[in-house]
């Protein structure tokens, strides 16, 4: 059985710092390609950053020069380091765990989601 465990979440003033984990279990882990997520009320979810397997990481708009994502092999764990939080940042976030077969298709898992509020 596959889980996602997302941990680090909460309330945060503007400007202040968060770190999200994401402990996996019942898959290869080193074998996955890891990434964030989130999802604001009212919007879509959409991508915060990825991870791949060798190391290469992708970042969305909204996060670039503010978050880092990193990973332990070991630990079975992807990191999610926030910082200059903002008010937009407010969102549910999720661990995403994907594979990609031979011709291109996607499997995807997910964690049940995090908050993380960031206000005065």
Known sequence: QVQLVESGGGLVQPGGSLRLSCAASGIIFSIYDMGWYRQAPGKQRGLVAYIRTGGITNYGDSAKGRFTISRDNAQNTVYLEMTSLKPED????????RITDSISRNLDYWGQGIQVTVSS
Request: hydrophobic content about 40%; glycine content about 0%; some cysteine.
């Open 90 to 97: 407010t969102a549910v976030y999720y661990c995403n765990a």
